[in-house]
Nanobody
Framework: QVQLVESGGGLVQAGGSLRLSCAAS????????MGWFRQAPGEEREFLAT????????YIADSVKGRFTISRDNAKNTVYLQMNSLKPEDTAVYYCAAGTRNPTMASGYDYWGQGTQVTVSS
């Protein structure tokens, strides 16, 4: 079992930045991909970014490329999502996840955090 706890969400003005954290506990994350997704009301869960726990290779969705980056701190068992140049349309609940299958799809993940709200005001 893997437990994931997100933090760092909040209210920010358009153009601002936030860094989300996802602290993992439970089992070792070797062999897992960690992902960030978001879901706005009435919308499907949207893939944003993924990072391999082993090796650290990353992939960022085109929709947020150039504004969002993903990183990890192995010693702290934590994954981060740095979000810059935020826009009102980035408003959503942001989730982190851990999984071993297709890392760009929600169905590829086995474990999910509870989510953290990000609200971007215009």
């Amino acid at each position: 079992q893997v437990q994931l706890v997100e933090s760092g969400g909040g209210l920010v003005q358009a153009g601002g930045s936030l860094r989300l954290s996802c602290a993992a506990s439970g089992r070792t994350l070797g062999g897992y991909a960690m992902g960030w997704f978001r879901q706005a009301p009435g919308e499907e869960r949207e893939f944003l970014a993924t990072i391999r726990w082993d090796g650290g290779s990353t992939y960022i969705a085109d929709s947020v490329k150039g504004r969002f980056t993903i990183s990890r701190d192995n010693a702290k068992n934590t994954v981060y999502l740095q979000m810059n140049s935020l826009k009102p349309e980035d408003t959503a609940v942001y989730y982190c996840a851990a999984g071993t299958r297709n890392p760009t799809m929600a169905s590829g993940y086995d474990y999910w955090g509870q989510g953290t709200q990000v609200t971007v005001s215009s």
